[in-house]
């Protein structure tokens, strides 16, 4: 928590092709970390999240991998579709645990 | 279930106007939050409260004040509006004290001229 940064801001990908978002926090105690898409013109939505008691957790094609040691985890989607383009963001606690601090986003285009 | 609901959805101020922005929970949650979003800058908390009767600032509180009515509305006051408030404002709602799960509202598109 405290500080968290996203990579890439931007990423544009084929349908069906794999895209992959990173993040990296600052607070070593932090021990949740969701994703939450955000369609256009909507607030975001909560797609998956991790605890840190687990390196990895998979939703059908979309999948977050935490490591606790470099403090980072990723956002996975595999075979990619035209409705997954859309702003995701991460996020992780911040330091007294009350409220969430987010990612500055990354916007994924997927062309057909 | 409505979720989190917010009103205006669209809103235009002149400089030093006021304005409440309203928001309503009905999932029973503990905490709420209010969050602007502007280009490049993703989701900055403004204000939350923990629990009904507390709230407490965020990364970016100056210019804003909040009310906790009561344990379902949470509103977002701009006493003198200034163009740099001109942003999409997001209130949120979470469970108990450690659910971090948030869910949002639609937004209110606000434009300060």
């Known amino acids: 928590g405290e500080n968290v940064e996203q990579h890439p801001s931007t990423l544009s990908v084929q349908e069906g092709d794999s895209a992959v978002i990173k993040c990296t926090y600052s607070?070593?105690?932090?021990?949740?970390f969701p994703w939450y898409k955000q369609e256009l013109g909507k607030g975001p939505q909560l797609i998956i999240d991790?605890?840190?008691?687990?390196g990895e957790k998979k939703d059908q094609r979309i999948a977050v991998t935490l490591n606790k040691t470099a403090k980072h985890f990723s956002l996975h989607i595999t075979e990619t579709q035209p409705e997954d383009s859309a702003v995701y963001f991460c996020?992780?606690?911040?330091?007294?645990?009350?409220?969430?601090?987010f990612g500055k986003g990354t916007t994924l285009s997927v062309s057909s | 279930n409505a979720g989190v609901t917010q009103t205006p959805k669209f809103q235009v101020l002149k400089t030093g106007q006021s304005m409440t922005l309203q928001c309503a929970q009905d999932m029973n949650h503990n905490s709420m939050y209010w969050y602007r979003q502007d280009p490049g800058m993703g989701l900055r908390l403004i204000y939350y409260?923990?629990?009904?009767?507390?709230?407490d600032k965020g990364e970016v509180p100056n210019g804003y004040n909040v009310s906790r009515l009561n344990k379902r509305e949470f509103s977002l006051r701009l006493e003198s509006a200034a163009p740099s408030q001109t942003s999409v404002y997001f209130c949120?709602?979470?469970?108990?004290?450690?659910?971090?799960?948030?869910?949002f509202g639609p937004g209110t598109r606000l434009t300060v001229t």
């Open positions: 409260s923990a629990s009904e009767g507390t709230t």
């Open positions: 607070d070593s105690a932090s021990n949740y």
């Open positions: 949120a709602s979470s469970g108990s004290r450690g659910s971090y799960e948030q869910y």
């Open positions: 996020a992780a606690p911040n330091q007294a645990g009350t409220a969430l601090i």
């Open positions: 991790i605890r840190s008691n687990v």
